[in-house]
């Protein structure tokens, strides 16, 4: 049965596209069928996945959800989800901003993502969506799509405080759209845990959500490897599979599926 991740958080530079990028790698190298789709207008996974002119594909994530909203008929999965070296993808530039933008109040607007996932289920063992750093209209797609909400948070004050609003949205999805929607865990990233930053925000989580919420064992740590991946247009799991960052995007992926 296929699951669908969406990787969230309400700030931008929260390492949620890299996490997209490492985590799909990693389940596709453990053996799983792998979608990945882009729901950012920005278009960074698009881009670290390898797609050179996203400004000129025809389909992309705005027009298939522009024409599902519409109720026309959808293309054919083949003429808009593209082949990366490890998974597919659905991509999407920054003409996705104007759905936030121009569809956004239509009735049925936020479940546009889930018309077009559902088809696309019997083909993946796995679908991630990557949101951007909003909680408008695309972010509300993703989570009401998902089955469970992976959510980034690095040690820095912004990123902790923010979570509240993030974790309040996915509660009024579940009361109002998508009452089946979980919250898989927070992924703590980007961490260098001798900091003294990174224990006192490490102390918070614990002690404001480790009651109510999955904490995933697995850290993150914060390496350049990430950066050199990136301009590399790869996920560090294939870039430097020994280095530390890879080695623990692969051990989040069997814990994800664990508790899956
Ligand atoms: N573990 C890490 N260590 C160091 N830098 C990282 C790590 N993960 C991500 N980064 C860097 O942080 C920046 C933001 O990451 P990104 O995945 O684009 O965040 P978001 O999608 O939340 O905006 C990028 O430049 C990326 O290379
Ligand atoms: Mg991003």
Redesign the pocket.
């Known amino acids: 049965m296929c699951k669908i991740y969406a990787v969230a958080?309400q700030?931008?530079?929260?390492?949620?596209?890299?996490?997209v990028l490492n985590l799909a790698t990693a389940l596709a190298l453990m053996g799983k069928k792998v979608l990945v789709a882009d729901l950012?207008p920005q278009g960074?996974l698009t881009i670290c996945a390898g797609v050179q002119f996203p400004d000129k594909l025809t389909h992309t994530m705005y027009s298939i959800l522009s024409a599902a909203l519409n109720e026309d008929r959808l293309p054919e999965p083949s003429e808009y989800i593209m082949k990366c070296s490890n998974f597919d993808l659905i991509p999407c530039n920054i003409s996705l901003s104007a759905f936030e933008l121009n569809r956004g109040h239509e009735i049925g607007a936020e479940r546009a993502l889930q018309t077009v996932l559902e088809p696309l289920k019997e083909r993946y063992d796995i679908i991630i969506l990557?949101t951007g750093?909003s909680l408008g209209i695309l972010t509300v797609n993703a989570i009401t799509a998902s089955d469970s909400v992976i959510i980034?948070v690095t040690p820095q004050l912004l990123s902790a405080v923010g979570l509240k609003l993030l974790i309040s949205t996915i509660r009024k999805i579940q009361k109002h759209i998508s009452p089946s929607v979980k919250i898989a865990g927070i992924l703590m990233?980007?961490c260098d845990t001798r900091t003294n930053l990174y224990k006192e925000i490490n102390d918070i989580m614990e002690n404001s959500y480790s009651q109510s919420l999955r904490i995933f064992k697995t850290i993150?740590?914060?390496?350049?490897?990430?950066?050199e991946a990136?301009l590399h247009r790869q996920s560090v799991v294939t870039y430097d599979k020994q280095s530390k960052?890879a080695q623990a995007y692969m051990n989040f992926a069997k814990e994800l599926i664990k508790h899956g």
């Not at 700030?11 to 996490?19: D, E, L, Q, S």
């Not at 993150?220 to 950066?227: A, F, N, Y």
Request: no cysteine; hydrophobic share 15%.
């Open positions: 958080s700030k931008g530079g929260v390492t949620k596209t890299t996490t950012d960074s990557d750093p980034t990233t980007m993150i740590p914060h390496s350049t490897k990430v950066g990136n960052p």
